[in-house]
């Protein structure tokens, strides 16, 4: 039988080799022709590799938060590092998963908003936001701002989520694609910060408090949302049908 630490190394060792799949396939949707084959395998391969990462990475952070050996002693700080290792990691790992999740559930449901309020969606929306509410209050305890930083932009992604299935009132046709957008990109900011603040620092443990890290991911995902949103709306504009949809290459569509 796996030892405690037996298994922890093990389930390293698989959320490596997940999130390496999804840290690189997550760049081939947003080169390749948008809709076209190529697009949609890479779509679903930086998908299913997320998914593995951020299931693995919740199962770690019991593990670091619950298990019976005393992990990275270098680390004097153990408030810090149930935070960074245990709480920040569930939360995202909760939220690469969850917007795996609704990336492709808009698309799925893209003829049929309502069912996105089904119970099924609701709750993985309801964990991010948990998990997301308790690791920004972990992070205010153990004076780590940028914990809360993390956790409130997470929040407000599922907000903006929910604004989208409940709102009344139908949007116009199309608005499902800049939503796949939006949440597949979260998912890649998610992953890369997970990487980069929790993977990355078992390594370099003194940049552990290093802005650039942590910003990075978000910066450089705000701006291909910007972009891309830009790019949809000009399409819009230019579109001879007032609502058409405008050309999947030019918003990012068709992952499934």
Known sequence: MLTGMTL?????L??????????????????????SLRHRKWGRAACYGFLGAGALAIAMSFLSLWGPEHRHPE????????????????????????F?????????HSRERKALRLFRYQ??????????????IYGYRVGHPLMVLVASIGIAAMLIQQRYIWRAADFPKGTHVGEHFRALIGM????YTAFLSVGLIRLVPEHVFNPVIWAGPSVIGVGLIIG????AKKAAAQSPTSGARPHPQQVGDGLV
């Not at 922890?8 to 390293?12: D, G, T, Y």
């Not at 390496?20 to 947003?30: D, K, N, Q, R, S």
């Not at 680390?75 to 969850?98: C, E, P």
């Not at 891309?228 to 790019?231: H, K």
């Open 188 to 191: 890649g900011i998610s992953a």
């Open 100 to 108: 795996v999740d609704y990336g492709l559930a808009v698309v799925r």
């Open 228 to 231: 891309f949103t830009l790019q």
């Open 123 to 136: 709750a993985m929306i309801a964990a991010v936001i948990v998990t997301g509410a308790w690791c920004g």
């Open 14 to 35: 698989l959320h490596v080799v997940t999130g390496a799949v999804g840290l690189t396939a997550f760049w081939g949707p947003i080169v390749t022709k948008k809709g």
């Open 8 to 12: 922890f190394h093990a389930l390293v």
């Open 75 to 98: 680390i004097a700080d153990r408030d810090l590092f149930d935070g960074l290792f245990g709480w920040m990691m569930l939360y995202l790992g909760t939220l690469t998963v969850g």
